[in-house]
């Protein structure tokens, strides 16, 4: 079912801020509801965004190679395990896991393991962003997400990358690993893309998909990434749809 037919538009206007080169945590879980190992890995990842509410950035991408198994994820995209397999190429590792954390593109653990995320957040926490990322006004119009963003430091060899997240989600699994189980799943990416860092300032805008309902409550995420995957700066902001 399509949904926002209605061309009504809404704006948030977010007060102005100050580029400051904080510490940003970006932490990008590969995930599936067909995993039965999951579960414990995406309550850590809400768990530790709503302690860091500034600094930690979460964003789950569910992997659809669970499928098989005999549940199909509704948020699962092939191009998250493609994303995933990048990844691990970066690090050496050969093939892909869940629940699998990555942290601003550098660095890849159990999911599940909460020792090693808070000794990781704790000490990334200690270094400075490269990039200052500010997402300025916001709109939706019809099935769209309009967006003006300004970054800065360095643009050498840096793309932008726009993610759409829905903030939580409660799904009755049926069948797979996780039959008969009420999953809460939240911070899952729905959508992203890719633009070309050419100038330190701009607007753009990114389609809002069909998985999306009414309901939903949505994040737009605006991440500053390098050649190697490594993340170097962050934004989010509240979308009103």
Not at 83 to 99: C, I
Not at 160 to 169: Q, S
Not at 223 to 228: D, P
Request: aromatic residues 8%; proline residues 5%.
């Amino acid at each position: 079912m399509a949904l926002y037919t209605a061309r009504t538009k809404k704006v948030s206007n977010p007060p102005p801020m100050e580029f400051i080169d904080t510490p940003v945590v970006v932490l990008e879980l590969f995930t599936s509801q067909g995993c039965s190992s999951c579960p414990p890995a995406d309550a850590l990842l809400d768990k530790v965004k709503l302690e860091f509410p500034d600094e930690v950035f979460a964003l789950s991408y569910h992997v659809d190679y669970w499928d098989y198994i005999g549940w199909k994820d509704p948020f699962a995209k092939s191009g998250h395990a493609k994303k995933q397999r990048e990844y691990n190429s970066k690090f050496g590792y050969d093939g892909n896991y869940t629940p699998e954390m990555v942290l601003n593109g550098v660095i890849h653990f159990v999911g599940s393991n909460e020792t090693k995320l808070y000794t990781e957040i704790n000490a990334h926490l200690k270094g400075k962003a490269q990039n200052g990322v500010q997402i300025g006004k916001i709109a939706s119009e019809a099935n769209k997400i309009l967006f003006d963003y300004s970054v800065t430091g360095s643009l050498d060899h840096k793309l932008l990358r726009v993610v759409l997240v829905i903030d939580e989600r409660i799904t009755e699994v049926k069948r797979g690993e996780n039959r008969n189980r009420t999953l809460r799943n939240s911070n899952i990416v729905v959508h992203e893309k890719y633009l070309d860092l050419e100038a330190s300032s701009g607007a753009d805008s990114i389609t809002i998909p069909n998985v999306v309902s009414k309901t939903d409550n949505l994040t737009l995420v605006v991440l500053v990434e390098a050649e190697n995957l490594e993340v170097t700066g962050a934004a989010k902001a509240p979308v009103h749809h």
